[in-house]
């Protein structure tokens, strides 16, 4: 396997195994997710379909489209996590935020809401694991995938 296909691959699957650790936090701790989180949960799916997308489309341009666009959601997910922590996080009421009427305007709330529901308020959601703030998990794995992104961009081979 490519070092390319293997970064691809491991970008799509780090990205799937980051929402279902959000789900198993989700329904096995009853840690509700407040919009912020479940945006990110929808940014880290666009992530991994963009490293699929670059590892389907065999070859440097495939791999160098799919770096950027992985780029481009993986510092949306950066300013989401960060948003998150700094400014949600602190306010009384998350509701219809920019992350609400993202998720409510793409449907996934009404048609997947076990996985793409807001049930908890911003502050609520406030959870540390491992004495780290939760968003902050997702800000690392962003940063991680960010980092991927720009090596298929620059060395795609």
């Known amino acids: 396997m490519r070092q390319r296909d293997a ?16 789900l198993v936090s989700q329904h096995r701790f009853d840690m509700q997710p407040c919009p912020w989180c479940v945006l990110q949960r929808v940014i880290f799916l666009a992530v991994g379909a963009s490293a699929l997308l670059g590892l389907l489309w065999r070859g440097v341009l495939g791999a160098r489209v799919g770096g950027v666009l992985m780029l481009g959601f ?47 308020s911003c502050k609520d959601a406030a959870v540390n694991l491992l004495g780290v703030p939760y968003e902050f998990w997702s800000l690392a794995l962003f940063a991680l995938l960010a980092g991927v992104a720009l090596r298929l961009i620059a060395k795609p081979r």
């Open 7 to 22: 970064l691809l691959l491991g970008s799509a699957l780090l990205s799937v195994a980051a929402v279902a650790a959000a």
């Open 74 to 120: 993986a510092g949306c997910g950066i300013a989401a996590a960060l948003w998150q922590h700094f400014v949600a996080a602190s306010a009384a009421s998350c509701d219809l935020t920019l992350a609400d009427r993202i998720v409510a305007g793409l449907g996934l709330d009404a048609a997947w809401p076990e996985v793409f529901g807001a049930f908890a």
